[in-house]
């Protein structure tokens, strides 16, 4: 099993960049993807990482840190649009091709 | 053009008439999952298929069944629904080999238990 631990709320200036935290434990670690949800929707797929360090897809970037069970996803020059739930997931040896995912982090990005 | 296609996207029903949530996707995928999520939870996975290969969580209750005819269409069949079953019903595929494995969701199936 995996305990996925990552802020409840978050609030942030539009134009401003915000870090979103994400702590994990398990026991055979497979990757750690980041996901966006809007309120009512389907999450959506924002980045994948599976070896240390920082991937950066445009204003998203998302770093890990295997030995210390870390990840963070910032988002830079925020936008209204970026209010949502960010979700922290974790794949492990145990859980097959299946996803574990926090509860997620709300934000709200304020004019 | 939407790749995971869940029906229906609300489902109104009594506590305990059999329910049938379907999902259908284009992408060729040979995974397909279902989560659960309820207001402000994170999904939470029922049961996965590897093609024809079933994986049930240990936590799943036997009230949710899932079948899968063919690599394109699963469904998620509650059999009595109770209050508690009311959340959102998320579809999921993914392909088992190459790149990050993402997941690809529906837009969901938002149950109401009457």
């Known amino acids: 099993g995996q305990n996925i631990d990552q802020p409840t709320e978050m609030t942030a200036t539009e134009g401003a960049i915000v870090q979103i935290n994400c702590t994990y434990q398990t026991s055979g670690f497979n990757g750690l993807f980041w996901y966006q949800q809007h309120a009512g929707e389907a999450p959506t797929f924002l980045s994948y990482?599976?070896?240390?360090g920082l991937e950066e897809k445009g204003r998203f970037s998302s770093f890990l840190s295997r030995s210390k069970g870390y990840s963070y996803l910032l988002l830079k020059e925020l936008q209204m649009k970026d209010s949502a739930s960010y979700l922290c997931?974790?794949?492990?040896?145990?859980?097959?091709?299946?996803?574990?995912f926090g509860k997620g982090t709300s934000l709200l990005v304020t004019p | 053009d939407a790749m995971v296609i869940q029906n229906p996207r609300y489902q109104v029903t009594q506590f305990g008439k059999p329910v049938t949530l379907s999902c259908s996707q284009t992408?060729?995928?040979?995974?397909m999952y279902w989560y659960q999520q309820k207001s402000s939870q994170a999904p939470k996975l029922l049961f996965h298929y590897y093609d024809k290969d079933f994986n049930n969580e240990a936590d799943t209750p036997d009230n949710f069944q899932s079948r899968r005819p063919n690599t394109s269409f699963c469904f998620l069949d509650i059999r009595s629904p109770g209050l508690g079953d009311a959340a959102m019903y998320l579809c999921?595929?993914?392909?088992?080999?190459?790149?990050?494995?993402?997941?690809?969701f529906g837009e969901g199936s938002r149950l109401t238990v009457l």
């Open positions: 992408l060729n995928h040979n995974v």
């Open positions: 999921a595929t993914s392909r088992a080999q190459g790149a990050s494995g993402e997941l690809f």
């Open positions: 990482n599976v070896l240390d």
């Open positions: 997931a974790v794949r492990d040896a145990d859980s097959g091709y299946a996803l574990n």
